[in-house]
């Protein structure tokens, strides 16, 4: 297993396996340099060929994340800093990520945290999370929010959250199929844990294939995407239709035993 850290970002490793652990005391707020950070760390995980998950958490049980740091606003850091590559928080605007990300929140979860965790792929939450987006009672915007909770929830209930910031537990959050799993505080990151080394042993091709898809797609006719699929238009379906993995999951079904699956 390998540690390092830099600044408010921990990260560990073990195989193909990286957990991100977002650390900045007191409320694990996030201003431009942590962004960056973090935005560095997911896009050398996107580029590692030996990592196929990821999970982010935040340490303390109190936040997970409140989202932009207003202090450093109030020091001059503009809205429209530079945040790094993968936009604020890292994830919400990086290209290309076709490997899942599971997130694990604790705590308060509001604002642009609860923007990030939307980045993510599946979300894991103890009994104590609370969700909202009280950006509304500040005067600003919800931007990342505004575009993708009304894709991920009924439109009603996405506007409710976005036009009162009203504050949601996670039984209603997982009411509204935006959690995969409640557990205690002591069970978040071992039932992540547990996720993400389900996902690592799949097949990572289909994976990418399965991200690059959906992504893409969001915006396309239903006829449209089917036709790029087909055609192999997609760049991650033309890799697994070329690959040996491909392959290994015909012949491991054929000869009924597990595939093993190489990523190639």
């Not at 960056?36 to 340490?59: C, S």
């Not at 999370?129 to 929010?145: K, N, V």
């Not at 009924?154 to 959250?161: F, I, Q, T």
């Amino acid at each position: 297993m390998e540690m390092l850290t830099q600044g408010p970002i921990r990260t560990r490793t073990e195989g193909p396996i990286l957990e991100v652990t977002l650390d900045r005391p007191k409320a694990n707020a996030i201003d431009a340099a942590t962004s960056r950070i973090m935005g560095e760390t997911f896009r050398a995980f996107r580029d590692d060929p030996d990592l196929r998950v990821a999970i982010l958490r935040a340490e303390g049980e109190k936040f997970f994340c409140p989202g932009w740091d207003l202090k450093a606003a109030a020091g001059g850091e503009a809205p429209d800093s530079d945040y790094g590559p993968g936009g604020f928080g890292g994830l919400q605007e990086l290209p290309r990520m076709n490997k899942p990300v599971i997130c694990a929140v604790n705590g308060i979860c509001c604002g642009g945290g609860f923007e990030i965790a939307l980045s993510c792929d599946l979300i894991l939450a103890s009994n104590t999370a609370t969700f909202a987006l009280p950006e509304i009672r500040s005067g600003t915007i919800a931007d990342a929010a505004s575009l993708k909770l009304p894709r991920r929830i009924p439109y009603h209930v996405a506007m409710d959250l976005l036009l009162t910031g009203r504050w949601v537990d996670a039984e209603e959050a997982l009411r509204w199929g935006l959690l995969r799993e409640i557990t205690t505080p002591q069970e978040l990151l071992p039932k992540a844990w547990d996720l993400a080394r389900l996902l690592a042993s799949g097949p990572p091709l289909v994976m990418a294939a399965i991200k690059e898809v959906v992504r893409e797609a969001e915006d396309m006719t239903f006829q449209d995407a089917m036709n790029r699929l087909t055609r192999r238009q997609f760049p991650t379906v033309d890799t697994l239709y070329s690959s040996e993995d491909q392959l290994e999951g015909a012949r491991a079904f054929a000869e009924k035993r597990d595939p093993v699956w190489k990523g190639r």
